[in-house]
């Protein structure tokens, strides 16, 4: 077979589906912080490099689509992104997410005993008075009566009824953290995108397959602050620094009033704490690992351990020095870290939510 290679001029993009667009259009979304009209002038200047559409009224076509659709919407003469348009970057996320797991990794998050819930499982028991009849094996029940009292006296007495065993399962609430400091995009290394990606797809997984689960977003650079799920799209990196302590601070402020029984916070950070509050004043300090820092973020992850919340740290860098802080704050917690790149980063997250949301990490 003879080959021939040459330079592709991507003009084979222009045979793309309006959801093949709608992802690319999403991804730049993502990227740039949630702005619709930069993200669609990007799409025209790529459209001139690959050839996305055959010409001006085929993109113009799009934007309407996009519009018509209930993706964006016009507010005084500029394009912005919509409820819709920020369900649909979640949902993008979730499936990019789960995309990438290995067969086996994903299960269901029931506590592992029967008990009395909702959660049916295959096996049967007896009934016993109090039972849900919801929970009734019909077909088993019938089944003993025609043995137990033959086919000519066809009678189903207590003594017959099977019942469904169920299986325990609980509430989580949890705390999503996410590290805005300069750091998260130092030396040309974009951190927040991927980062920003995993929380819009955690948020979609806990509103949609877990609803009695409680979600909140923090956000930590020098301070920290709570955000809703929907601005998670527009997040940006800012001049700041990392206050590792006043986030989990936060978190434990929010968990702290919940009655559920499960707790936990999710950070995802480059793992270095470099500002603290004292004295009413920021304290800062770049270099290194600053030990009157890293002592106060380490006691409040023990504050945290007390209170019975879970840290689990996500760790997008190898720095030795940093995964030695970061084995110091698990060590801390009782809680775990996953040392990822930014490419394994999502299945980590996705992976260990639904492991252990219901049982002690160690």
Request: proline letters at 3%; a positive charge; charged letters at 30%.
């Amino acid at each position: 077979m003879k080959l021939i290679y040459r330079k592709w001029s991507g003009k084979e993009l222009g045979d793309l589906t309006f959801n093949d667009l709608l992802n690319i259009f999403n991804q730049l979304v993502l990227k740039l912080s949630g702005d619709v009209e930069e993200s669609l002038t990007w799409m025209k200047r790529l459209n001139e490099r690959y050839g996305f559409f055959r010409n001006q009224k085929e993109f113009d076509e799009f934007k309407d689509r996009l519009e018509e659709e209930g993706y964006i919407k016009r507010i005084r003469q500029q394009f912005t992104l919509t409820s819709k348009g920020g369900q649909k970057i979640r949902k993008d996320s979730l499936n990019k997410v789960f995309s990438g797991l290995k067969p086996g990794t994903v299960g269901n998050h029931p506590v592992q005993k029967p008990g009395s819930d909702i959660e049916k499982l295959s096996e049967t028991r007896p009934y016993q008075f109090g039972d849900n009849l919801s929970n009734l094996d019909v077909t088993g029940s019938m089944h003993n009566a025609l043995k137990n009292h033959g086919i000519g006296d066809i009678k189903l007495t207590e003594e017959d009824l099977l019942s469904y065993e169920t299986q325990n399962q609980t509430s989580c609430s949890t705390v999503l953290l996410v590290d805005i400091s300069h750091s998260m995009i130092l030396y040309g290394e974009d951190r927040i995108t991927p980062a920003k990606e995993v929380a819009l797809a955690l948020s979609e997984l806990i509103m949609t397959k877990y609803p009695k689960d409680e979600l909140r977003v923090g956000i930590f650079g020098d301070y920290a602050k709570e955000i809703k799920v929907v601005d998670l799209p527009f997040l940006e990196v800012g001049p700041y620094h990392t206050n590792t302590k006043a986030g989990l601070k936060l978190a434990r402020d929010l968990l702290k009033r919940r009655k559920t029984p499960n707790k936990q916070v999710f950070m995802i950070t480059d793992g270095k704490p470099s500002a603290i509050f004292t004295r009413g004043k920021i304290y800062k300090n770049s270099w290194g690992l600053d030990p009157m820092i890293v002592n106060q973020t380490l006691n409040e992850a023990a504050a945290c351990k007390k209170d019975g919340i879970v840290i689990s740290t996500f760790m997008i860098a190898h720095d030795p020095y940093l995964q030695d802080f970061v084995e110091k704050l698990t060590i801390a917690n009782k809680g775990r870290a996953f040392y990822s790149s930014l490419n394994n980063l999502q299945e980590y997250i996705f992976v260990d939510y639904i492991r252990n949301r219901k049982t002690r990490l160690r």
